[in-house]
Nanobody, 122 residues
Framework: QVQLVESGGGSVEAGGSLTLSCTVS????????VGWFRQAPGKEHEGLAS??????TVYGDSVKGRFTMSKENGETFTLQMNSLKPDDTALYYC?????????????????WGQGTQVTVSS
């Protein structure tokens, strides 16, 4: 079993920055991928960034150039979010899957965290 815990959410003004963290524990596979997603009220999950265990990373069009996904020591993954906009307001999740996919499709992920709220005011 794999557990994921997000942290770092909060409220920020438009143009500001936040860094989210996702700590993964449990039987984490040698070959894996970790992704960041968000869900705004009334909308479906949106894929933001995904990092494969070899380091290859892909970004969604809406955050490309503004958000950066990194891996810290151990099994902690961060999402640095810059130039935040009110449209970025959502519940942010990290998720993990086994294998070598590089994907922003939520259905490809087996394990999910509980989410952390990000609110951007204008």
């Amino acid at each position: 079993q794999v557990q994921l815990v997000e942290s770092g959410g909060g409220s920020v003004e438009a143009g500001g920055s936040l860094t989210l963290s996702c700590t993964v524990s449990g039987n984490f596979y040698a070959t894996h991928y970790v992704g960041w997603f968000r869900q705004a009220p009334g909308k479906e999950h949106e894929g933001l960034a995904s990092r494969r265990s070899d380091g290859l990373t892909v970004y969604g069009d809406s955050v490309k150039g503004r958000f950066t996904m990194s891996k810290e020591n151990g099994e902690t993954f961060t999402l640095q979010m810059n130039s935040l906009k009110p449209d970025d307001t959502a519940l942010y999740y990290c998720a993990a899957g086994r294998g070598t996919l590089l994907t922003l499709q939520p259905s490809n992920y087996d394990y999910w965290g509980q989410g952390t709220q990000v609110t951007v005011s204008s």
